[in-house]
């Protein structure tokens, strides 16, 4: 049974700077990809940012430059470091792996932008 526990979120005033965290239990951690999604209020989940097993890392258009996602396998944890953000960065941020076939999801992290 996976499990993926995310950390980090808050208030921030646009511009300002963030980083999350998601600890994952499990799983073989470093020999699958990770992915941040986020679900603004109203609307869908969506992918933000993906990392592979070995290191190779995609972000939606919205945030390239801007998000950076990483990994430390040695404490099975991934990490969104936030920079520059903006109001529409707001929404609740979750960590994703799929292992087995299996969807895993933590519990969410909110972020809020906001002067």
């Known amino acids: 049974q996976v499990q993926l526990v995310e950390s980090g979120g808050g208030l921030v005033q646009p511009g300002g700077s963030l980083t999350l965290s998601c600890a994952a239990s499990?799983?073989?951690?470093?020999?699958?990809?990770m992915d941040w999604y986020r679900q603004a209020p109203g609307k869908e989940r969506d992918l933000v940012a993906t990392?592979?097993?070995?290191?190779?890392?995609n972000y939606v258009d919205s945030v390239k430059g801007r998000f950076t996602i990483s990994r430390d396998n040695a404490k099975r944890t991934v990490y969104l470091q936030m920079n520059s953000l903006k109001p529409e960065d707001t929404g609740v941020y979750y960590c994703?792996?799929?292992?087995?076939?299996?969807?895993?999801w933590g519990q969410g992290t909110q972020v809020t932008v906001s002067s």
């Open positions: 994703h792996q799929v292992y087995n076939f299996h969807h895993y």
């Open positions: 499990g799983s073989i951690f470093s020999r699958y990809s």
């Open positions: 990392i592979t097993g070995g290191g190779t890392t």
